[in-house]
């Protein structure tokens, strides 16, 4: 969607603060076409972009927590800190 465009754009542009504001409320939008894991993943990463790494490590964790079948477990468990 428009907004994973929005937030990629403001992340790669510093604005990490703006990235982060997108993703997160995406990972609250029930009807979002992106599925969850894929924005918590995303947000993490905006996290870590930000230097936020305890952030980034709960996002992490949450993907890997409830998404254990998602593509992202693998990244997400290395990530996690835990």
Known sequence: TARVGLARAASLTGEHDR???????????????????????????????????GEAATMWKRTRDEFPQSVYTQEATQRSGN
């Open 19 to 53: 990235a982060i504001e997108v993703l997160q409320a995406m990972s609250s939008d029930t009807q979002s076409a992106i599925p969850a894991d894929a924005v918590l993943a995303q947000l993490a990463r905006a996290y870590d972009s930000a230097g936020r790494a």
